[in-house]
C-alpha cells in the first residue's frame, strides 16, 4: 500500500518511520525541498495550490494524509477526486477556521469559551463588552503556536490589538482562567471504531507546547473528553488521528481548538502507549484495525526548541529517549523531543525537571 | 553525523529506523537495486568486491559499518584506509572463516564442540574417527542460516556430505545433544563500556531461526555466556553490536557461533528491551554513551518467512508488533517478523502458539 502525506515535516516524518514496519509504503509533498521527512522517505517539491502538481502526486497513491492542517482545502478536495483521502476536505475545512470551529463545538454541545466574531474595530469594541474581557483576539485563519493572535486585557489594549492583527477576518475569544491545559489524542477507522489515548497534560510556553505528561489521570474529564471526541469524530466521519486540545475550567473541559493530525501533545505515545498515535493514524487510514491506545506507565515529553542539546548529553541519562527531527537549528524553531516513561508520577516529575534542563528550559 | 552501511537488507532497514530518531543520516550500500533499506535512505548499487566503488561511498561518511557478516575484508580494510569502519577488518575476518573461528573460541577459553578441519575426503573420514559421529560437516565460508551445512550420522553419510560440500576449505564438527539454543547479544562502544542483553532462547527449524524467546533466564548460564562475551570483545577490541549463538550441554554453555553485527535473535529488543540492539550499534560506533539492555517483560519473535500473513489478522491481535521487511515473497526468505512483549512467561508462551500459527507454522 503507498501511502502520500502532504506535508513532509517531523510529523510526516514520524509517521513514515511508524509505517515503515507494517509494511506501507510512503512518498511526501512539501513547499521546502531540505524537510525532514524526505530524509526516510521520496519527497516531491511543490506549493500546496499548484493543484495539477498535487493531482500527479496524489494520482498512484492508495490514499494520502497530512501532516498539517492548513493544506489548502482546494488540493485536499483534487486528491479526494483521484484517491482516498483523510481527514475528508470537509474536516480540514472545519478546523481551518476558528469560527467555524466554534460553531461546530456549540452545535455539538461541546461547551467553549465566550466569542464574537471580529470584521472591524467597531465589532471588536462591542465584542469586547458583550463577550468580556480580558480576551484574546485571534485571525480565524492560519494561527499555531501562539502566532496569530493578542490578549486583550482593557480597552486601552484594543487599539494595540487591531493595529498588530486588523484587516483580516478575526474572533474575540473570552480569555478563561483555567488550572490544566489538557488533550485528547483520538483515532478513529473506517468502520468507525475508535481508539482514544488516556488525556494528556501540556503547558505551553511563549505559545508553544513545552511539555506534556501523559496519563493525565482523572476520570471523570476523561469521560467527558472521550464523549466531546465521540460526537466530533461521529459528526466529521472522521478516519484518523485527531487532536482535541481542552482547557480545564473549575473542574470542566472547555474545548480550545481541534487539529485533524497527529498531534506533538501525542508524541508521548510511541515510547508511553501499546501503539503510538502515528502508527494508529497509518492503521486507520489504510482501512486496518486500530491498536490498543492504553498507557504503559507516566510519561514525560520535552520539546527542543531553538538548539538542540549535545547528542551524548542525552544519551547518557538512562531511558531517556531523542527524536531528532533532522532540521537546522532556528530560534523559537521545534527541532526536536524527548521522551521518558517512568513507573510512577513522582518518577516522571523527577525526570521532567532534568529534561527541562536538557532543553535549556 | 552520516553513517554508511554495507549491505541493505532487513538489518540495514532497521538500523536507518532506529537511528533516524536520533539525528543520524545514512546511505546505503548494497548489490541489488531492490534491497529493502533503499526504501528509507540513498542506496548506491555495487558489488561488495569493487572496491573503487566501496571507496567512493566511504569517502564522505563518518563511520562505516555492515549490516553482513561476509563483507569482504579487502572492501572492509579499503573503508578503514578512509573512513572510521566498526566492525573491523579484523573483526569480520575473524567471523568469517569457521575455522578461525574456532581457534580464537579454543583460545580465549570458550568452550566449542571438538572439531577437525577437512580440506579432502581422508580427512573427512578420520575427523569422524577423531572427533566421533554423529557430526556436522560444514563450508568455512559463507554458510549462513542452514546453507552449507551436512549431517553426517555413520559412515555412509561421509561420502554424501562430500560429494556435497567438498572440494572447498571444511570443518567437521561434532554434533551436540543440547537441550537449548541461546544467544547473547552485546554491545561495546569505542571506550570500552558494554551492555549485555539477558540470553535469548532459540528455536530453528529447517536451519532458519524460527522463534525467539527472552529473557531466557538462567542467572548462572547469563553469567557464563557474559564472561565469554567480555573476553572476546576485549580481544577483537570489538565497537558495535555482536551476537554468540551457544547450545547448552549438560547445564553449560558451548559456543557455536559469532555474528559481528546486529542479529535476528536480537529483534527482540524493539520492543522488549529499554534500548534496541540496532539503537546500541549505532551509539557504539558513533562513540556515545550505550543505553540500557534491561528486558521490559517477556517477549516473543517470530520469523516470518516465505510468505506474510495478512497484514489485518496481524494487526487484529492486541499488542502484536508487525516489522514487514518490504521484499518480495520468495520460499525460505525472512520477509519479516513479529513481536510481542508479555507480562509473564505464561502468557508469553500463550502468544507464542498464536503467533506461530499467523506465521503458517
Same mark, same amino acid.
Given at each position: 500500500?503507498?501511502?502520500?502525506?502532504?506535508?513532509?515535516?517531523?510529523?510526516?516524518?514520524?509517521?513514515?518511520?511508524? @509505517?515503515?514496519?507494517?509494511?506501507?509504503?510512503?512518498?511526501?509533498?512539501?513547499?521546502?525541498?531540505?524537510?525532514?521527512?524526505?530524509?526516510?522517505?521520496?519527497? *516531491?517539491?511543490?506549493?500546496?495550490?499548484?493543484?495539477?502538481?498535487?493531482?500527479?502526486?496524489?494520482?498512484?497513491?492508495?490514499?494520502?494524509?497530512?501532516?498539517?492542517?492548513?493544506?489548502?482545502?482546494?488540493?485536499?478536495?483534487?486528491?479526494?477526486?483521484?484517491?482516498?483521502?483523510?481527514?475528508?476536505?470537509?474536516?480540514?475545512?472545519? %478546523?481551518?477556521?476558528?469560527?467555524?470551529?466554534?460553531?461546530?463545538?456549540?452545535? +455539538?454541545?461541546?461547551?467553549?469559551?465566550?466569542?464574537?466574531?471580529?470584521?472591524?474595530?467597531?465589532?471588536?469594541? *462591542?465584542?469586547?463588552?458583550?463577550?468580556?474581557?480580558?480576551?484574546?483576539?485571534?485571525?480565524?485563519?492560519?494561527?499555531?503556536?501562539?502566532?496569530?493572535?493578542?490578549?486583550?486585557?482593557?480597552?486601552?489594549? +484594543?487599539?494595540?490589538?487591531?493595529?498588530?492583527?486588523?484587516?483580516?477576518?478575526?474572533?474575540?475569544?473570552?480569555?478563561?482562567?483555567?488550572?490544566?491545559?489538557?488533550?485528547?489524542?483520538?483515532?478513529?477507522?473506517?468502520? @468507525?471504531?475508535?481508539?482514544?489515548?488516556?488525556?494528556?497534560?501540556?503547558?505551553?510556553?511563549?505559545?508553544?507546547? %513545552?511539555?506534556?505528561?501523559?496519563?493525565?489521570?482523572?476520570?471523570? +474529564?476523561?469521560?467527558?473528553?472521550?464523549?466531546?471526541?465521540?460526537?466530533?469524530?461521529?459528526?466529521?466521519?472522521?478516519?484518523?488521528?485527531?487532536?482535541?486540545?481542552?482547557?480545564?475550567?473549575? $473542574?470542566?473541559?472547555?474545548?480550545?481548538?481541534?487539529?485533524?493530525?497527529?498531534?506533538?501533545?501525542?508524541?508521548?505515545?510511541?515510547?508511553?502507549?501499546?501503539?503510538?498515535?502515528?502508527?494508529?493514524?497509518?492503521?486507520?487510514?489504510? $482501512?486496518?484495525?486500530?491498536?490498543?491506545?492504553?498507557?504503559?506507565?507516566?510519561?514525560?515529553?520535552?520539546?527542543?526548541?531553538?538548539?538542540?542539546?549535545?547528542?551524548?548529553?542525552?544519551?547518557?541519562?538512562? $531511558?531517556?529517549?531523542?527524536?531528532?527531527?533532522?532540521?537546522?537549528?532556528?530560534?523559537?524553531?521545534? +527541532? @526536536?523531543?524527548?521522551?521518558?516513561?517512568?513507573?510512577?508520577?513522582?518518577?516522571?516529575?523527577?525526570?521532567?525537571?532534568?529534561?527541562?534542563?536538557?532543553?535549556?528550559?
Amino acid at each position: 500500500m503507498k501511502i502520500g502525506i502532504l506535508g513532509a515535516g517531523q510529523l510526516g516524518r514520524m509517521l513514515v518511520l511508524a @509505517g515503515t514496519p507494517l509494511g506501507f509504503r510512503f512518498k511526501l509533498y512539501d513547499p521546502t525541498a531540505l524537510a525532514p521527512g524526505g530524509q526516510v522517505a521520496p519527497l *516531491q517539491v511543490g506549493a500546496f495550490d499548484d493543484l495539477v502538481a498535487v493531482g500527479a502526486f496524489a494520482h498512484d497513491t492508495d490514499v494520502v494524509t497530512v501532516d498539517w492542517e492548513n493544506v489548502p482545502v482546494s488540493a485536499a478536495r483534487t486528491v479526494a477526486g483521484l484517491t482516498r483521502m483523510h481527514p475528508s476536505p470537509r474536516a480540514l475545512a472545519a %478546523a481551518q477556521d476558528r469560527l467555524s470551529e466554534k460553531k461546530m463545538f456549540a452545535r +455539538l454541545g461541546i461547551p467553549v469559551a465566550p466569542y464574537a466574531p471580529v470584521a472591524d474595530f467597531d465589532d471588536l469594541e *462591542q465584542a469586547a463588552i458583550a463577550v468580556g474581557m480580558p480576551g484574546i483576539l485571534k485571525t480565524r485563519r492560519l494561527g499555531y503556536d501562539g502566532k496569530g493572535q493578542c490578549v486583550i486585557r482593557n480597552r486601552a489594549g +484594543l487599539a494595540d490589538a487591531w493595529r498588530t492583527l486588523g484587516d483580516q477576518p478575526l474572533i474575540y475569544e473570552r480569555l478563561l482562567r483555567f488550572t490544566r491545559e489538557v488533550s485528547l489524542v483520538a483515532a478513529r477507522s473506517r468502520n @468507525g471504531d475508535t481508539a482514544m489515548y488516556p488525556l494528556a497534560q501540556n503547558t505551553h510556553l511563549d505559545g508553544l507546547l %513545552a511539555i506534556t505528561r501523559a496519563p493525565f489521570e482523572d476520570r471523570s +474529564l476523561q469521560r467527558q473528553a472521550e464523549a466531546h471526541m465521540a460526537n466530533l469524530l461521529r459528526h466529521l466521519s472522521y478516519v484518523g488521528v485527531l487532536c482535541m486540545e481542552l482547557f480545564v475550567v473549575d $473542574g470542566k473541559l472547555v474545548a480550545n481548538e481541534i487539529a485533524p493530525r497527529v498531534h506533538n501533545s501525542g508524541h508521548w505515545t510511541i515510547e508511553g502507549a501499546d501503539t503510538s498515535q502515528f502508527e494508529n493514524h497509518l492503521r486507520a487510514i489504510a $482501512g486496518l484495525p486500530l491498536g490498543s491506545a492504553n498507557a504503559r506507565g507516566h510519561a514525560v515529553m520535552v520539546n527542543l526548541i531553538g538548539s538542540m542539546p549535545r547528542r551524548r548529553d542525552v544519551l547518557a541519562l538512562n $531511558g531517556v529517549h531523542l527524536h531528532d527531527y533532522g532540521k537546522e537549528a532556528r530560534p523559537g524553531r521545534k +527541532l @526536536g523531543h524527548l521522551t521518558y516513561v517512568a513507573r510512577t508520577p513522582r518518577e516522571r516529575d523527577r525526570v521532567a525537571r532534568s529534561l527541562l534542563k536538557l532543553a535549556g528550559r
